[in-house]
């Protein structure tokens, strides 16, 4: 079957840097997408990696490795509006999105 | 800013209720999709569309039913709405350059009681 791990919640400090993983294993590769979810919102994009490497935007940046089926999600610069949950999603296949439980984020001053 | 509506977004109901959750986008995308989600939770892809007069069911059955009549507009209907129906709903879409790239609306939060 298909699955996406990550952690179910992770606490950091403001200011402080955090990263998050995400495991996968899913039938076909074709990108890996992070979002970003605020309690009782919609997620919104945050970044995509179809290659191996790091990908930087602002104070996000997200790595991938096809091999390892891993990626994560570093966060510099922690503000507390940067609690929210973190959501990973892999393109299988058949183009459609697989996606794991989120990661909430907790920032504590 | 994306350009993606949902109506209601609240809804209490008794079960046994027809209701039909809207979704428009004014952003000329062919792929729109429905995902339920409860708090905590994964997002689970009901179904979708990629395009006029095309709709497909996702992994979670939910006894719900969709129509693609206009590029802009994508309904879901629930038949016999229950108890277990009570959660949040996601309509999205996307363009075709960047597949993986959701525009969520506010989501339609129904409870059936």
């Known amino acids: 079957g298909q699955n996406i791990d990550q952690p179910t919640e992770m606490t950091a400090t403001e200011g402080a840097i955090v990263q998050i993983n995400c495991t996968y294993q899913?039938?076909?590769?074709?990108?890996l997408f992070w979002y970003q979810q605020h309690a009782g919102e919609a997620p919104t994009f945050l970044s995509y990696?179809?290659l191996d490497g790091l990908e930087e935007k602002g104070r996000f940046s997200s790595f991938l490795s096809r091999s390892k089926g891993y990626s994560y999600l570093l966060l510099k610069e922690l503000q507390m509006k940067d609690s929210a949950s973190y959501l990973c999603?892999?393109?299988?296949?058949?183009?459609?999105?697989?996606w794991g439980a989120g990661t909430k984020l907790i920032i504590k001053p | 800013e994306a350009d993606i509506y949902q109506t209601p977004r609240y809804l209490v109901i008794g079960t046994g209720k027809k209701i039909t959750l809207e979704c428009s986008q004014t952003?000329?995308?062919?792929?729109m999709y429905w995902y339920q989600q409860d708090p905590g939770m994964e997002l689970h892809l009901i179904h979708y569309?990629?395009?006029?007069?095309?709709?497909e069911k996702g992994d979670l059955s939910s006894e719900s039913t969709v129509s693609r009549i206009r590029t802009e507009h994508f309904p879901l209907t629930l038949e016999s709405a229950r108890p277990s129906h009570t959660s949040q709903y996601l309509c999205?879409?996307?363009?075709?350059?960047?597949?993986?790239?959701?525009?969520f609306g506010e989501g339609s939060r129904l409870t059936v009681l």
């Open positions: 569309s990629y395009g006029v007069n095309s709709t």
């Open positions: 999603a892999v393109m299988d296949s058949n183009y459609q999105l697989i």
């Open positions: 899913t039938s076909g590769f074709n990108g």
């Open positions: 990696n179809v």
């Open positions: 999205a879409s996307s363009g075709d350059r960047e597949a993986g790239e959701l525009f």
């Open positions: 952003m000329g995308h062919d792929k």
